[in-house]
T-cell receptor, first 113, second 114 residues
Framework: DTAVSQTPKYLVTQMGNDKSIKCEQN?????MYWYKQDSKKFLKIMFS???????INETVPNRFSPKSPDKAHLNLHINSLELGDSAVYFC????????????FGQGTRLTVV | AQSVTQLDSHVSVSEGTPVLLRCNYS??????LFWYVQHPNKGLQLLLK??????LVKGINGFEAEFKKSETSFHLTKPSAHMSDAAEYFC????????????FGTGTSLTVIP
């Protein structure tokens, strides 16, 4: 009964390919996030959705497109993968109210070769 | 604007000695602050949170943190380090005015020496 689950856990792919990472939460939260963690462990917000609507869209290349089919899912699709996209991507969810913590998935380690 | 600064990128302590991981925050509003831990190749786990209630917050695994508004600090402490505490620790502030975005510090890597 994992709270926030991401698939796949590891993803190795060639430059130029298109790939997707899926995220699902069973906590009943209304807000979901995608974070990117670089090789220096720095975590940076990419996107945030509240009730399936995009509310945060940081400076991220257009090749990254989030999709939220419902409140429990937030998938990340990446087109034309580049070497610099290699990182660990974390999905998270929260109630969307201030004062509440976010729950994180286990991460997806993306390696572009 | 909201931000957190973790003052040490690496901290090394001997097993059984106290742990202090420092965090200073900047917030235009009354902040909510969190400490998360990330063990190698794992996800992020919440250690503790401050949400404008008691200023001394107790978390899991014997960790605690004190919110000091006058010093804009939220340092994480533990009286006695255990080998299993070796991990990356992140101080996080939440921004009410930007869609509840979580701002992460750059992390502090804790090494525990046997």
């Amino acid at each position: 009964d994992t709270a926030v689950s991401q698939t796949p856990k590891y993803l190795v792919t060639q430059m130029g390919n298109d790939k997707s990472i899926k995220c699902e939460q069973n906590l009943g939260h209304d807000t979901m996030y995608w974070y990117k963690q670089d090789s220096k462990k720095f975590l940076k917000i990419m996107f945030s959705y509240n009730n399936k609507e995009l509310i945060i869209n940081e400076t991220v290349p257009n090749r990254f497109s989030p999709k939220s089919p419902d409140k429990a899912h937030l998938n990340l699709h990446i087109n034309s993968l580049e070497l610099g996209d290699s990182a660990v991507y974390f999905c998270a969810s929260s109630h969307g109210r201030v004062n509440t913590e976010a729950f994180f998935g286990q991460g997806t380690r993306l390696t572009v070769v | 604007a909201q931000s957190v600064t973790q003052l040490d990128s690496h901290v090394s302590v001997s097993e059984g000695t106290p742990v202090l991981l420092r965090c200073n925050y900047s917030s235009s509003y009354s902040p909510s602050l969190f400490w998360y831990v990330q063990h190698p190749n794992k996800g992020l786990q919440l250690l503790l949170k401050y949400t404008s209630a008691a200023t001394l917050v107790k978390g899991i695994n014997g960790f605690e943190a004190e919110f000091k508004k006058s010093e804009t600090s939220f340092h994480l402490t533990k009286p006695s380090a255990h080998m299993s505490d070796a991990a990356e620790y992140f101080c996080v502030v939440i921004a009410k005015n930007t869609g509840n975005q979580f701002y992460f510090g750059t992390g502090t890597s804790l090494t525990v020496i046997p």
